[in-house]
């Protein structure tokens, strides 16, 4: 599995919004999908609750495939792939595997 979290500024690499690139809000890894803002909008028409509510139609980020998304590398800012290093201090850290920037 890719190593993605929350708040990494990621790149789509495949679909309707080729090329554009956002900031993850929610990782799903048992489904290997990612909800990406402002990337693969959707729109939900929702029925009236109660008698006095209106519908509404919501529109969401709906979530992609994990394969169709890739980081963004800190230096260059093109997508690139992440291998996890061992530090000294025994902490592990992402790095990327063309310009060895750590990602935070």
């Known amino acids: 599995m ?3 979290k929350k708040n990494d500024i990621v790149i789509i690499l495949a679909g309707k ?8 809000l929610q990782v799903f890894p048992k489904i290997q999908r990612v909800a990406v803002e402002g990337v ?3 729109k939900k028409h929702l029925k009236s ?3 006095n509510e209106k519908g509404q139609i919501i529109t969401y980020d709906s979530p992609l495939n994990l394969s169709n998304v ?4 800190p230096k260059t800012g093109k997508p690139t ?3 996890v290093k061992k530090l000294e201090d025994g902490t592990k850290v992402r790095v ?3 310009s060895q920037e ?3």
Do not use: F, P, Y
């Not at 919004?17 to 993850?24: A, F, I, T």
């Not at 890739?70 to 590398?73: N, P, S």
């Open 2 to 4: 890719k190593m993605i």
């Open 17 to 24: 919004d080729k090329g554009k690139e956002g900031k993850v």
């Open 40 to 42: 693969n909008k959707a």
């Open 49 to 51: 609750g109660k008698e």
């Open 70 to 73: 890739a980081l963004k590398d």
């Open 81 to 83: 792939r992440v291998k």
């Open 96 to 98: 990327s595997t063309s």
């Open 102 to 104: 750590v990602i935070k």
